[in-house]
Every structure is written in structure tokens, then in C-alpha cells.
């Protein structure tokens, strides 16, 4: 069975960084690509970051470009995502995602 668990989420300041990560298990990671998503309180779902699965190929939302970088380790099957310069609009919790495969979250606040 597919799982994802993320981890790395907590709170920080505005300007500060923190890095997520997602362990991924029970399907062939390195076939695959993955999203990180995120969703504010009283806000819809919204997609954050691409990686396909050799890692060449990554987008992101405007909102985020310039600021996070993700990134993956196919042999480790984990998924990253480096936040930096962060802003009180990135307070969510955030999610790994692959197919219709979904983690749990890990929370993200950023407040002085």
C-alpha cells in the first residue's frame, strides 16, 4: 500500500526558512513524479510544487517561486521542500502527493 508521510512543519518567523520532507513507502518512487500542496484554514487546497521523477523537470506556483526549492532523493524515496524568506500567507498545512496518494500534513506557521 502507498503511503507518504510528511514531517519538518512548525513555527517560524517571517523571513526565516524551514525545510519539509516527505518519506514515501509501498510503490516505486523513483517512477513517479510528486506535488507538494498546501491548505490554509477557511482556504481550498493549493498546488505548491512539481518534480518529475528524475528530478529535471520542477514548477512551482508563483506564489512560491524564487523562495522554495523542492527537490528528491530517489534512493532514499524521500521528497523535499526548502522554504526560505517565509511570509505569513505560507502559514498552511502542507502535503506529499503522487497519483491519488495523499500524507497526512505537517503544519507550517509562520507568525512574529
Known amino acids: 500500500q502507498a503511503q507518504l508521510a510528511e514531517s519538518g512543519g512548525g513555527l517560524v518567523r517571517p523571513g526565516e526558512s524551514l525545510e519539509l520532507s516527505c518519506a514515501a513507502s509501498?510503490?516505486?518512487?523513483?517512477?513517479?513524479?510528486m506535488n507538494w500542496h498546501r491548505q490554509a484554514p477557511g482556504k481550498e487546497r493549493e498546488w505548491v510544487a512539481s518534480?518529475?521523477?528524475?528530478?529535471?523537470?520542477?514548477k512551482y506556483a508563483d506564489s512560491v517561486k524564487g523562495r522554495f526549492t523542492i527537490s528528491r532523493h530517489n534512493l532514499k524515496k524521500t521528497l523535499s521542500l526548502q522554504m526560505n524568506s517565509l511570509k505569513p500567507e505560507d502559514t498552511a498545512m502542507y502535503y506529499c502527493?503522487?497519483?491519488?496518494?495523499w500524507g497526512q500534513g505537517t503544519q507550517v506557521t509562520v507568525s512574529s
Open positions: 509501498g510503490f516505486l518512487f523513483s517512477l513517479y513524479p
Open positions: 502527493n503522487t497519483r491519488d496518494t
Open positions: 518534480i518529475d521523477s528524475t528530478g529535471r523537470i520542477i
